[in-house]
């Protein structure tokens, strides 16, 4: 009984001195740890992945106290499987009917641009679009309305 006691102060002075230097453990720490001390293989890998959980969860802690976290950026990234396997219970006729009422919204939003620059800017968008990719129009429009409002070019 005091050797598993001393077991376990020891395991949790090095966790805590691995979360404290940023390392976490993990299986490079924890698992040759528990391996030498004559754990079973199951209870080493399961031992190692819930002390990373215990570390995790503190600094997600100690991260959200401290207002460190971007919500609209951890939101996604931590359902971004679930929200994709989401779109595929969706049949496509209803993703198709979607993008329709999508495209009509930007097709709406063309119709607001009151100045000429702002209309060449939207319609190559479109055309290099069109022609390549989306990350090409992006770039060229992004591109072309600087030089239009540094150089002052009227179209």
Not at 45 to 63: D, E, K, P, R
Request: net charge neutral.
């Amino acid at each position: 009984m005091l050797f598993t006691g001393a077991l376990f102060i020891g395991i949790f002075l090095i966790a805590l001195t691995l979360t404290m230097l940023g390392l976490g453990g993990g299986g490079l720490i924890y698992s040759p740890l528990f391996a030498l001390l004559g754990f079973e293989k199951s209870m080493v890998a399961s031992t190692s992945l819930f002390l990373n959980l215990v570390a995790a969860a503190s600094a997600v802690g100690i991260y959200m106290r401290r207002g460190m976290v971007d919500y609209g950026v951890a939101l996604p990234l931590l359902l971004g499987g679930d929200l994709v396997a989401v779109l595929h219970l969706l049949p496509l006729a209803v993703l198709g009917v979607l993008l329709v009422f999508a495209g009509a919204q930007l097709a709406l939003a063309v119709l607001d641009l009151t100045e000429r620059a702002d209309l060449f800017v939207a319609l190559l968008i479109l055309g290099i679009t069109l022609a390549s990719n989306l990350a090409a129009g992006f770039l060229a429009g992004i591109a072309a309305a600087y030089c239009l409002s540094w150089t002052g070019v009227r179209v």
